[in-house]
């Protein structure tokens, strides 16, 4: 079957835009996360989803960023007024079921963002 | 709070020759460890996990990786490297709750002729 997959591949905006980056998981999981890439930060952890409940936002950034995932399947992640510092690959994953055992997140190919 | 040191940035191996990359954590339980690898402008793939049980876990594409609670170390190994191994190597451990992995800085490797 087909794995994760993001939309846009690449996203150009400008300073003070918004954004919307959308992530399809692996049909059939029910846990959806997104993580960002930065060269300053690393890979770090935004937000998860058990089905359309997100329980720990925790990382999301600042509220310019917001998540939402609608009928367990397809997220959003929506970045108000872009700043460059906001620069990055976005990352989503999906494992079958976050409330067991951990189970194994599978990566999309992620989208990479640039503010200017 | 949980965290995960990778001590090295770069590494270069010859083609054929053995790797191990480093990888150390701090976390107060039996931790879930995960190495993960990025080829250029692709997604991570889980090369391998561990949970609990025994502590050599192999993985794919060849690789294998030994927890020592002792050290906190989870070193991932190859004993022959291959030119298509070039990439960056991810260390990870899950957090308590599960729900979140908490990722080293990552090891770029880099693999001579």
């Known amino acids: ?3 994760v997959s993001q939309s846009p591949s690449n996203k150009v905006t400008e300073k003070g835009k918004d954004v919307e980056l959308r992530c399809d998981p692996i049909s059939g999981h029910t846990a959806l996360y997104w993580y960002r890439q930065s060269l300053g930060q690393g890979l770090e952890f935004l ?4 089905g359309n409940s997100a329980p720990d936002k925790s990382g999301l950034p600042s509220d310019r960023f917001s998540a939402e995932r609608t009928g367990g399947s397809v997220s959003t992640l929506t970045i108000q007024r872009t700043q460059q510092e906001d620069s990055a690959v976005y990352l989503c994953a999906s494992s079958l079921d976050v409330s067991a055992r951990f ?3 599978y990566f999309g190919p992620g989208t990479r963002l640039t503010v200017l | 709070a949980q965290s995960v040191t990778q001590p090295d940035i770069h590494i270069t191996v010859s083609e054929g020759a053995s790797l191990e990359l480093r990888c150390n954590y701090s976390y107060g339980a039996t931790p879930y460890l995960f190495w993960y690898v990025q080829s250029p402008g692709q997604g991570l793939q889980l090369l391998l996990k561990y949970f609990s049980g025994d502590t050599l876990v192999q993985g794919i594409k060849g690789f294998e990786a030994e927890f020592k609670r002792s050290q906190s170390s989870f070193n991932l190994r190859k004993p022959s490297v291959h030119w298509s191994d070039a990439a960056e190597y991810f260390c990870a451990v899950a957090t308590q709750g599960f729900q979140k992995l908490v990722f080293g800085t990552g090891t770029r490797l880099l693999v001579s002729p």
């Open chain 1, 1 to 3: 079957g087909a794995g």
């Open chain 1, 47 to 50: 937000i998860y989803f058990q």
């Open chain 1, 103 to 105: 189970d194994t997140q």
